[in-house]
């Protein structure tokens, strides 16, 4: 069965970090691009980075350019997304997902981002 | 880069169909044919529920369908059920090699 466990979210002030998991498990995860999507309270998808396989390559939306860093470790079947300088509207769940070319077919349930003083 | 622009509700009765447009560009939409839907409902994971612009995922019932002409794609749910409520979103990926979503569409069942 495929799992996409999503871990680290909580509450951070503006300007904190913080460090998001994400755990795979029930698919060849060496073989395949991730990917994070986040979703605004009450709004809607924005998709935030994603990752090659090898890890070789890797593309952020403008918004977190410089401040996020998507990584993988292939032995251990996980993705991160390193948030620094977090402001207010970085607060929403964000999701892990497994990407194919040109879409997403397996989501995480999220994890809750709260950044706020 | 923008997000696709979808029509903020819909809304139609058991057994009818309905269709969520989603446009984009021509650094979008109307440049491949990588478009998919998502089915989001309230504390759940995001499903798929169709790619490459057409084609339905296992398990997906048949009266989802999808299709694009330009730079619009559409989501069609035919035979409307109340488990179709939900918020729907379509999503492409650009020029740029970034992949955007769109505004996202509230669906109804009356």
């Known amino acids: 069965e495929v799992q996409l466990v999503e871990s680290g979210g909580g509450l951070v002030q503006p300007g904190g970090s913080l460090r998001l998991s994400c755990a795979a498990s029930?698919?060849?995860?060496?073989?395949?691009?991730m990917c994070w999507v986040r979703q605004v309270p009450g709004k809607g998808l924005e998709w935030v980075a994603n990752?090659?396989?090898?890890?070789?390559?890797?593309y952020y939306v403008d918004s977190v350019k410089g401040r996020f860093t998507i990584s993988r470790d292939n032995t251990k079947n996980l993705v991160y997304l390193q948030m620094n300088s977090l402001r207010v509207e970085d607060t929403g769940v964000y999701y892990c997902?497994?990407?194919?070319?040109?879409?997403?077919?397996?989501w995480g349930r999220g994890t809750l981002v709260t950044v706020s003083s | 880069q923008s997000a696709l622009t979808q029509p903020a509700s819909v809304s139609g009765s058991p057994g009818q169909s309905i269709t969520i447009s989603c446009t984009g560009t021509a650094s979008d939409i109307g440049n491949y044919n990588h478009v998919s839907w998502y089915q989001c409902h309230p504390d759940k994971a995001p499903k798929l529920m169709i790619f490459d612009v057409d084609h339905r995922p296992s398990g997906v019932p048949d009266r989802f369908s999808g299709s694009k002409s330009g730079n619009t794609a559409s989501l069609i749910i035919s035979g409307l059920q109340a488990e179709d409520e939900a918020d729907y979103y379509c999503s492409s990926i650009t020029t740029s090699k970034i992949y955007v979503f769109g505004s996202g569409t509230k669906v109804s069942v009356l």
């Open positions: 029930g698919f060849n995860f060496i073989t395949l691009w």
């Open positions: 990752i090659k396989e090898d890890g070789s390559e890797k």
């Open positions: 997902a497994r990407q194919r070319p040109g879409y997403f077919d397996f």
